[in-house]
């Protein structure tokens, strides 16, 4: 295996020149907290590391807009943005790690998706190396922009299967004035999706709300409001009326780090989507795999209809069989399930995606038009992409 | 050329999949569909069907590929960049008749609706609820989701909220070999590519669609809008930049110059003074955190110089102030035979240099420029002003608005922001991106429509093919019926 850890976006192509003549498999790899996300690429002769490009190149704070290369982390851009009291309204879990290209490569998001969308909803521009060291980008650097198609989406996501990000463009947010954290108990899956209508229904407009599953089986559910102060104010008072009307308890602030738990913890870690009212489906869906694992936990991003659970797998079998019901159960109700790390044995028995999407032939061939020959992260994606 | 390539037989073969009333081809009738609402630009199609379903949408596409005509889709044809202007003796694939809603959910904040229904009837259908649907263009009485989805439709609110991508949350299209296809749904994230982020914006360049899954929001506790004078754009532009600058996140701020104001009052009666420039903006949100960002932002509007700021005394006077800033291109119209509108984006900061510049083409060619735009996103809309019937006016006007959108990419902006690419800017596009950029692009466009089949000569500046299709051989594409004409 050959590592190349080029400086720029020049070098970055020369090198995906270079792989192209080469006719070499190519990986990428940004701060690796994403590495066991989707089926392990196949046979690679290359990896190329971004952590050598690692600039913010443009900051103009009065436009609130951000141009940074794919290896700076999250950390670095947000520090940067804090300098001016703004921020990139991202939080996927380990900041320190997470960089910019790994970012959109896995589309990712965090709590404050509920609020602000994912990386899909704040990327504006994007420069892609593809697979023959072409340099092509999208989009832009003005946030209202409908120019050419939406390279930038398309990438968002595409797991490093189209070309390498080799830098990126976003929007900004103001940094909230205030915070403050709401956590209600000991709440049945029923209760969470009671509440979090009632939230809605009194137009609360938290930024995040996180359902978290106890070892009894019920769910704290940490609502978090961010913005003015006054604003902050008015909502926590107006959730906690709420809670009183519904009977429930209410409890200090809970650090971060207990909501990304379920996303970092443990050897197998999967993630989930469906409707936010199929809660109550899900936790019994869930139980069987839950049950099964060691130190389990399970994250629900309550607004968005998002899960993440994670543990360590002792009884494989068991596991496994979980895992396919699972995902059966979900798939039917037009739902999914995905595997963002596996020890091999779990792996040879399920498939990191699962079924292949209806529009499978549309992603095949967007991907043998970008990389004909199958060369960029072999394997990984959807259906073997 | 009514249809020189579409014979009888033909009609009637599509008259049988459509129906009679629903097949168009009379040459009366059928200049109606000669353009869109960029009506400078316009060509014949062969005929014009309005099917009602997604079969019929199926049976047309499978029909016009095996007769090799290109399809072209059009909505209500409210576009100002002609994205809906018939390739000459195409099939014009009308989705009007597509207007059902098919599906609410308001638990799961989402909805599924046909293409053909009109913007503003989402919100209405879900507003008894108190819910409603973001993205608000300014002909969103008019214009349909189909037509949204092909531009990546913004509005004046789009500032905090988004424009149509950020709502679009699923969709069935139909390809050119007439398969039907489902991107998405209402679940989020599902696995594989974001090919509904492809297909947001793509003009009805990949696919026809027919039904799509929209995300829905909960109406914000508290609305509060203001409208303030300036003695001229630039302190309305400082304005702006304080009210950022602040951590305040409008909903939506709009500015209107001197002339489009004029020409508002004019056309709409509304009661606002003569000053060089008004900014009309909107917070919301939860109502103590609106009472604090609209005191704040009053203030700093005072400190950036503002005459007067007026606070609608209720929805009503609201709605009016509103229904103004939405007119003024009817307004503009009537002050001037003829307009040219543009729709470059800059980066906010560039606004006051920016429009001293548009200032300076206009003095320099005589001809008149009103200004109104969205000012949050830096997106203007300059009407350059002309006569028609005076020689050399309207190649004039076309010269000055081309001026402008290269004046937007110089200072880092976009050559379009919510109009889309269409016909009108495709020979722009080699201005913000390189060949190589285009190339991409229509590798995406490629693995959608391999054929070419819809909306061809849109977009791209220069014609384009796809080669091959990649893994199995597939015929090459059509030739194309024939290039729009001008006039």
Redesign the interface.
Known sequence: MIAHSPANVDEASAVMALTYREKQRVTFIGGGTQQQLGNPPADVDAEIRTARMNRILEY?P????MRVEAGATLAQVQAAAREH?QMLALDPPNPDRSTIGGMVAT?AYGPRRARF??V??LIIGVT?V?GDG?????G????????????P??A???LGT?GMIADATFRL???P?SSETVVFERLTPEDVVSLV?SV??A???PTSAVALRTNHGTYDLVIRFE??A??????TS?VRRLAAGLRMSESGGKPQHSLDEARTNGALRIKL?????RLPAVDAVLEPLLAALDRSSFAWYAT???GFASGNASDMRAVVAALQAARSALVET???L?IDAAPAEVRREVDA??PK??????????K???D?ERRLNPGR???GL | MTSASIDSKLIARFSAIVGDEQCIWKPEQIQTYECDALTSFHAKPGLVVLPRSTEEVVKVVKLAREAGLPIVPRGSGTGLSGGALPVAGCVLLGLSRMKRILEV?L??QWVRVEPGVINLEITKRIAPH?YYYAPDPSSQQVCTIGGNVA??S?GAH?LKY??T??HVLGARIV?GDG?I???G???????????R??L???EGTLCIVTEVVLRIL????ATRTFFATFPSTTEAGNAV?FI??A???PAAIEMMDRLAIVAIKAATGVDWPDVGAALLMDVD?????????AAEATELARKAGAIEIRIPRDAAERETMWRGRKSAFAAVGRISPNYVVQDG?????EIARVLREIERLSNESGLRIANVF?AG???LHPLVLYDAAVPGQEALAENIAGEILKICVRS??????????GAD?AAY?AD???E??????N??????D?EMRFNPGK?FPTPRLCGD???KYVAHATEIAGLAGRG
């Open positions: 103009a009065a436009d609130m807009v009291r589309g969308g994912a899909r909803d892609l593809r072409v340099v092509a980008r999208g832009g650097k003005v946030v209202k922009n409908v120019a050419g198609f939406d390279l989406k398309v968002c996501g595409s189209l947010h103001p940094l004035e209508a809605r229904q137009q609360l407009e913005g003015f006054k604003g902050v104010e008015q909502q107006g989507g469906t409707l936010p009212t968005l209809g998002l037009g739902g999914w995905v995606w699962g999407p209806g529009a499978f032939a549309i992603m095949e061939q967007l043998l038009r970008f004909p994606f959807v259906g | 959910d638990e799961n108190g531009e990546n913004g789009c988004g424009f991508t950020n390809l398969s296809v489902d991107l749904g209402p679940v989020l994230d599902p696995p594989g590519y974001d090919l982020g492809a947001v914006g793509s909960r109406k914000p506790e930049s950022i600058a951590g305040i996140l949100g939860p109502a103590a955190e609106v009472e604090h960002t984006v800059i980066p906010r900061s969205h996103d830096g997106n880092g902006g976009s050559i379009t922001g919510e109009h889309g690419v800017k596009m913000m991106f390189s190589e950029d285009l190339a991409t692009m590798m995406v466009r490629c693995s959608f391999p977009v299709k990649p893994g």
